[in-house]
């Protein structure tokens, strides 16, 4: 059985394309073969993030419209052998995706043997974002600390519970996992973020893991290397901490308080 | 202004506002979900009317669309304060 899992958030930029390469990388790193998708047309993103942009011979589009062979246009990563990236096209027609063409594709990689499918979503709730989760069975819903991100991700988690495949045919619903990125426990302790507590009382919903706000994803992504490889970046582990939650393991979240502070520090501030 | 600082009442942090805020349109955007696009504003011409009655907020007013059997059933509820009903000087 081939599990769909699509990363999503109704909101743009607050990090599901970082999050899709991480979580691609690290179900890869687990033994699952998997394959991550972008979804984003128009804006391919998620190959320069998985550091295969200069593969790219044949997209996602060419495969549905039947320009290509699946096979052909699976691009192999460099780091693990059983993971594959299929690339956005950059098609400016917006009717390139359609619900028949994804599902076919879906299928095929069903049919390869594939363990996981991740669809890196585009932002907002359209034909794009709808075909990304339509048939997930897993959803990671990526939302940051902050309120647009937050009253969003409610509408997505919404979206999830009635407008899939599952939903629709009454097949159980997704399983939904609340991911909080970018997050800053210093703002947090001084009252001027929502914390983790705060946004699962709002959503109603448990976080599945909490990437902390760090500089080392930006230098991954202009390395093209998934941040989850950095072993020296509290945001590799924390997402390593999600892999492994989502895989079924239970395991405490990390990085969400201040570090303790020294005595002097307590008294004097700082 | 050392001292000054130090007498200031603290202004509440923003992410207590923030949540606050979050609650009160969630759980709006929430009972209007997949419903049709007039009931927030049926939901405000409504509480206009409740207002000459009894003083309410519009967060105790939930509209809800129940699907049942083939036809929708559009279901109100309105959560009293407790106590003093609006003196009916309204109009
Ligand atoms: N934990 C983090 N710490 C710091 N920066 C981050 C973090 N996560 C993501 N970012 C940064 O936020 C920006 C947006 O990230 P990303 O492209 O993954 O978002 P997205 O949701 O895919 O955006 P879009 O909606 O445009 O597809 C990038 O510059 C990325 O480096
Ligand atoms: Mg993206």
Same mark, same amino acid.
Do not use: C, M, N, S
């Given at each position: 059985m081939t599990e769909i899992i699509v990363v999503t958030s #109704?909101? #743009? #930029? =607050? #990090?599901k394309t970082t999050t899709s390469a991480s979580l691609a990388t690290g179900l890869a790193m687990a033994g699952k073969k998997v394959a991550v998708i972008d979804f984003d047309v128009g804006l391919r993103n998620l190959d320069l993030i998985m550091g295969c942009e200069r593969r790219v011979v044949y997209d996602f589009v060419n495969v549905i419209h039947g320009e290509a062979t699946l096979k052909q246009s699976l691009i192999k990563d460099k780091r693990h052998e059983n993971l594959y990236v299929l690339a956005a096209s950059q098609?400016?027609?917006?009717? !390139?995706?359609?619900q028949e063409g994804v599902e076919k594709v879906l299928d095929e990689l069903g049919k390869e043997g594939f363990d996981y499918v991740v669809c890196d979503s585009p932002a907002g709730i359209e034909k794009g974002a709808h075909l990304a989760m339509y048939? !997930?069975?897993?959803a990671v819903v990526v939302v940051n600390p902050e309120v647009s991100s937050v009253r969003d991700s409610d509408r997505i988690l919404g979206l999830l519970s009635s407008k899939t495949r599952r939903a629709e045919r009454g097949d159980g619903a997704i399983a939904q996992h609340l991911l909080l990125t970018r997050y800053n426990p210093a703002r947090v302790a001084i009252g001027e973020m929502l914390s983790v507590k705060d946004v699962e009382e709002i959503l109603g919903i448990n976080v599945v893991g909490v990437i902390p706000e760090s500089e080392n994803v930006l230098a991954a992504s202009n390395a093209g =290397?998934? =941040?989850?490889?950095?072993?020296?970046s509290n945001a590799g582990h924390a997402y390593r901490d999600t892999v492994a939650r989502i895989l079924g393991e239970e395991r405490p979240l990390r990085? =969400?308080?201040?570090a303790k502070k020294g005595f002097f520090q307590r008294v004097f501030g700082g | 202004m050392g001292i000054l600082d130090f007498l200031k009442r603290k202004p509440e942090p923003t992410a207590t506002v923030a949540k606050e805020r979050l609650r009160i349109i969630v759980a709006q955007e929430r009972s209007t979900?997949?419903?049709?696009?007039y009931l927030p504003l049926l939901r405000n011409e409504l509480l206009e009317v409740i207002k000459k009655y009894v003083h309410v907020d519009i967060e105790a007013i939930n509209i809800n669309v129940e699907r049942d059997s083939g036809h929708e059933v559009l279901e109100l509820s309105v959560a009293l304060p407790d106590g003093k009903p609006a003196t009916s000087s309204a109009g």
């Open positions: #109704g909101k #743009g #930029g =607050v #990090g098609t400016r027609d917006k009717d !390139a995706l359609t048939f !997930a069975d897993h =290397v998934p =941040v989850i490889l950095d072993e020296q990085f =969400v308080d201040v | 979900r997949g419903a049709p696009d």
